[in-house]
């Protein structure tokens, strides 16, 4: 089942410039991965230091294998230095209860990965 990760960002005053020039770099290397769907950064209209990146993967085991890898630790290190606050993951299915779901309205959840 597709999933939608949305990674939440506040940048320190001063290099959101270099901030969303990496995230493209960024995503540059997350297309080369499998099960990468598609990417987009959305930067806050009111507050341009809040940037959201929504990826689409294939499955949860295709965002596991990226978020885990060497590569993708090493731009969470490059990014780190720009934040105020530590990095937000969430984790969205599509369409669907994820597996072990039951049917009910809190079947549509967001999992917290750090």
Known sequence: MAIKVFI???????C???AVAMLGEF???AKKEPGYISGETLINHYDSRSITVVSTWRTIEDWVCWQSSDNRAGNEAKIEGLLEVPTKYEIYDIGAPGKGC???STAFHTDEVS
Request: aromatic content about 0%; overall charge positive; cysteine-free.
């Open 8 to 14: 939440k960002r506040h940048i320190k005053e001063g």
């Open 16 to 18: 959101v410039e270099k």
């Open 27 to 29: 995503r540059d290397m």
């Open 102 to 104: 039951g049917t009910d």
